[in-house]
T-cell receptor, first 117, second 113 residues
Framework: DTGVSQDPRHKITKRGQNVTFRCDPI?????LYWYRQTLGQGPEFLTY????????KSRLLSDRFSAERPKGSFSTLEIQRTEQGDSAMYLC???????????????FGSGTRLTVV | AQSVTQLDSHVSVSEGTPVLLRCNYS??????LFWYVQHPNKGLQLLLK??????LVKGINGFEAEFKKSETSFHLTKPSAHMSDAAEYFC???????????FGKGTMLLVSP
């Protein structure tokens, strides 16, 4: 296992189209996180899963965004009816948590860069 | 609530000189604090973390940071910059035992020969 993988690395889409990104975490990690990073800003938390349960969603995650982790392994992030403001780097990370606490060993993927034209 | 302020958007140093990247934090809880580095087209890499043990934390590549509760600061330092240190650095805060992290806006470190 070489780390967190994200696919695709780059995505260009027309406004109004739907896009889906995939994240494959480190296999033994039970927590998976999605962050968004816009130009000149630090990453902002979107949502996270423990196993297949989505435990928290940021208010940044509008109803056009949906994330799933159906079998507690890989996750998908879908954006419906994309807008130009959705253009950003979407980062996935994973960690191992036990007893309700994360060991903070986040490992980030290289991200998916979305450009909405 | 928690927040992070990175006091400099850009820092320029010459190779071989010391590096200081400044970070102040605010947290309603006892915080955990981190520094991450992001090289162009690469993922975020953890440099070091503070989780209530020693206040002086040593990380990878010669970086270290000191947690100062009275000053709510967690500045990142390195005695001697290397060209390969040129990257963007993020100060990050998270409540201990909790998952979500709050990132600062980042400091771009430029290293000249």
């Amino acid at each position: 296992d070489t780390g967190v993988s994200q696919d695709p690395r780059h995505k260009i889409t027309k406004r109004g189209q739907n896009v889906t990104f995939r994240c494959d975490p480190i296999s033994e990690h039970n927590r998976l996180y999605w962050y968004r990073q816009t130009l000149g800003q630090g990453p902002e938390f979107l949502t996270y899963f423990q196993n297949e349960a989505q435990l928290e969603k940021s208010r940044l995650l509008s109803d056009r965004f949906s994330a799933e982790r159906p079998k507690g392994s890989f996750s998908t992030l879908e954006i419906q009816r994309t807008e130009q403001g959705d253009s950003a780097m979407y980062l996935c990370a994973s960690s191992l948590a036990s007893g309700g606490r994360s060991n903070y060993g986040y490992t980030f993927g290289s991200g998916t860069r979305l450009t909405v034209v | 609530a928690q927040s992070v302020t990175q006091l400099d958007s850009h820092v320029s140093v010459s190779e071989g000189t010391p590096v200081l990247l400044r970070c102040n934090y605010s947290s309603s809880y006892s915080p955990s604090l981190f520094w991450y580095v992001q090289h162009p087209n690469k993922g975020l890499q953890l440099l070091l973390k503070y989780t209530s043990a020693a206040t002086l934390v040593k990380g990878i590549n010669g970086f270290e940071a000191e947690f100062k509760k009275s000053e709510t600061s967690f500045h990142l330092t390195k005695p001697s910059a290397h060209m390969s240190d040129a990257a963007e650095y993020f100060c990050v805060v998270g409540p201990q035992g909790y998952s979500t992290l709050t990132f600062g806006k980042g400091t771009m470190l430029l290293v000249s020969p």
